[in-house]
């Protein structure tokens, strides 16, 4: 469930737009308004913005605002305001220059690939094509290797079935199959990986009860063995995102608010990939999890008009 | 270009429907009738035939063309009719049941992949979604093992861009890594399959008209060194389909032919699924590698309704 608010008289595009450049224009800039407006309108108001602004004032929306605001309180809103599959298409895109580490940016691109519906991430894969004259997975192949793109390529390309039929023969030789490359630390092996990366979230889902039944633990404990592993981080949080996305989302905001400083771009990430998704049980399971709202913590650990975006996107006004 | 005449006036769909419906009632099939209709309507023209076929009669138009008709003629007015994306997911689910030789269905699998326009891929994943309950590289992905796997999977999942921009740079360099690995003997190596099935044709003609130029000789012909080798053959094909398709059908429908017998199987697929896309260079190839043309070969090696089917959408009369 979505988490901010759209109001349910909206203004006019017009309106939106006209207040939008009033508040970039002249002497200062009014964060307020870029605020109030861009966090209360969902996916398809927020491109007719866009649209709207670029033939009413001949220039892309995104322009003033990168002249006008900075640092974390841009990135946040430069992420936002796109169409959820050109948001992918760019942060997929993002990853493949290496800014970040490898890690993270291996991370990207698993919650793309498992986060999204079928639909959606093909979306994400048509607006690569447009905007970088290449294909997704062909950017994806070129910048990793090994085990990692032996998982991520085959993640991306998917076009995973989302019916709810279940096969318990499958399930049945599959969680043997998981078990037996598991137990031989094959954890790269290519039937792993093939269940990994083409069954149904069903039938993924069934498989993994099947494991935890007749092995008495959830398969992600079985894959605990070596923590520091990064590949094998990298099929836990495969495995986290492909059936409780809530979960792995609670952790990725937690560990990026953990302790001394704060790592915006996950924080931001996750908040405006899910606010109009699945934020809200994001925030019931972070509650749960750590004993204290989101919100506070949000609160704590950023500040000014990053803090007051976030606050508006996860559904809290920042007084 | 396609070869099967539709003529400028064609009667309305009901028309259609009911000579369809008489031709197949009563005493004895009017086969002829069933042939000049099918064969002389194009694929969208054919989808609303069975469509107000259902709807007048409420039985899908297969029910009695299987009732009615038999062996290679039924086979083909069935595999002719339905639209390209839904005959591509029967042909491709076919070859999981296994009743073919294992590298007769990987060929049908790679035709698809890599013939296909990037986009009707895609519509033949969608049909298989609706059709089957699975996704079509689950399947796949579960009915191949080894290298056939490696290649084949990520050659049906991909979503290849489709603009002719050319990166000499990667072409130059991926020249390199081809040979490299070709004289390493090392033909299911990641690079080599990721080049193959991510980089745009107008990439990879690219990449091939260097690796031609730089090392003297075509890298298919590189590819020859054990020339029994069924994965190297598959490898080999891959490189042409993507490349040269007409040569590649050339080929197929050669060897369909060759010798004593036939292989109707092949004749049939590539028959009805090039006669709405290439077939008038399929058959210029075919002439200028044989001195014969495909038609008179057709005529040798096959009889009755079956052949005047194959002559109708190759453009020919049977008289």
């Known amino acids: 469930m979505a988490t901010f608010a759209v109001p349910q008289q909206i203004p006019p595009v017009a309106e939106d737009c006209e207040r939008l450049r009033k508040a970039m224009q002249g002497w200062g800039t009014d964060e307020n308004a870029i605020i109030s407006i ?186 605990k063995k070596k923590p520091k592993d990064e590949y094998l981080g990298l099929v836990r949080a495969t495995v986290q995102c492909l059936t409780c996305p809530e979960k792995y989302y609670e952790k990725a905001l937690r560990l990026s608010m953990k302790g001394l400083g704060t790592t915006e771009e996950t924080l931001t990430r996750v908040v405006v990939t899910r606010a109009e998704v699945d934020m809200k049980s994001i925030m019931e399971q972070y509650q749960l999890k750590n004993s204290v709202p989101l919100v506070q913590d949000i609160k704590s650990d950023t500040s000014g008009d990053y803090l007051a975006t976030l606050l508006a996107l996860v559904g809290q006004s920042s007084s």
């Open 38 to 223: 861009l966090t209360h309108r969902n996916a398809r108001q927020r491109c007719l913005i866009r649209q709207t602004y670029a033939e009413k004032y001949g220039e892309d929306f995104f322009k003033p605002l990168q002249d006008e605001l900075s640092g974390d309180f841009l990135r946040a809103v430069l992420l936002w305001t796109p169409h959820p599959a050109e948001r992918d298409a760019l942060l997929a895109n993002e990853v493949t220059k290496k800014k970040h580490s490898a890690a993270h940016n291996h991370l990207v691109i698993m919650e793309i690939a498992c986060t999204r519906t079928s639909r959606e991430l093909f979306q994400v894969r048509e607006d690569y094509h447009a905007r970088y004259k290449r294909s997704l997975e062909e950017d994806i192949a070129y910048h990793t290797t090994g085990d990692f793109r032996k998982l991520l390529v085959p993640l991306v390309s998917t076009y995973r079935y989302e019916g709810g039929e279940v096969d318990m023969t499958v399930a049945n030789s599959e969680a043997n199959i998981l078990q037996e490359k598991i137990s031989e630390k094959a954890y790269n092996h290519d039937e792993l990986i093939r269940i990994l990366t083409t069954r149904s979230k069903a039938q993924l889902n069934a498989t993994f009860k099947v494991y935890n039944d007749q092995f008495g633990h959830p398969l992600n404990k079985d894959l």
